[in-house]
T-cell receptor, first 112, second 111 residues
Framework: EDKVVQSPLSLVVHEGDTVTLNCSYE??????LLWYKQEKKAPTFLFML????IEKKSGRLSSILDKKELSSILNITATQTGDSAIYLC????????????FGTGTRLKVLA | DVKVTQSSRYLVKRTGEKVFLECVQD?????MFWYRQDPGLGLRLIYF???????EKGDIPEGYSVSREKKERFSLILESASTNQTSMYLC??????????FGSGTRLTVV
């Protein structure tokens, strides 16, 4: 059975800290891994990773995929209270469909 | 950007009621979906639709049905709501090569 596991489940840090969120996957015929940020409403897209070892960056956020280890990390540097959210990781198989397998998410709280 | 609109942000229904959750996209996307999100369980797929004629059950379709009479509208139906269907419901759309775009979600409480 395909699955995605995220760790930690929750995290509390102070503003300015750097955090690393982890995502591991066991997916048959893996195509891509995606990260989303969810505040109080719709998850919003952060990154799509298809190639191993290539870092993607957006401001203070960065992410990288390791296909050998079947995992990905999401780094947030110089955290701000606005980074408080649930971070979702999802894997997409190559199956001719567009279904994602989601992890349970990591709840991040950044204290001022 | 694609916009996905869910008709209700919060909804409270009674056990046994028939419940309709509506989802509308403003682009001409073929693919639409419904997930439910529960603490500790993450997002679980209820139904996926590839076009108005094709709907596929996801991982947890029991107690739900769907309707897609027009390409832009995908409705989730709870035939007889139960308390274990209290959840956050997320719909959205996607196209080949692109990521999911979600609606704002409907938080349904069944009492």
């Amino acid at each position: 059975e395909d699955k995605v596991v995220q760790s930690p489940l929750s995290l509390v840090v102070h503003e300015g800290d750097t955090v690393t969120l982890n995502c591991s996957y066991e997916v048959t015929n893996f195509r891509s891994l995606l990260w989303y940020k969810q505040e109080k409403k719709a998850p919003t897209f952060l990154f799509m990773l298809t190639s191993s070892g290539i870092e993607k960056k957006s401001g203070r956020l960065s992410s990288i995929l390791d296909k050998k280890e079947l995992s990905s990390i999401l780094n947030i540097t110089a955290t701000q209270t606005g980074d408080s959210a649930i971070y979702l990781c999802a894997a997409q198989p190559i199956s001719g469909t567009y279904k994602y397998i989601f992890g349970t998410g990591t709840r991040l709280k950044v204290l001022a | 950007d694609v916009k996905v609109t869910q008709s209700s942000r919060y909804l409270v229904k009674r056990t046994g009621e028939k419940v309709f959750l509506e989802c509308v996209q403003d682009m001409d996307h073929e693919n639409m979906f419904w997930y439910r999100q529960d603490p500790g369980l993450g997002l679980r797929l209820i139904y996926f639709s590839y076009d108005v004629k094709m709907k596929e059950k996801g991982d947890i379709p029991e107690g739900y049905s769907v309707s897609r009479e027009k390409k832009e509208r995908f409705s989730l139906i709870l035939e007889s709501a139960s308390t274990n269907q209290t959840s956050m419901y997320l719909c959205g759309t996607t196209e080949p090569g692109s990521s999911y775009t979600f609606g704002s979600g409907t938080r349904l409480t069944v009492v």
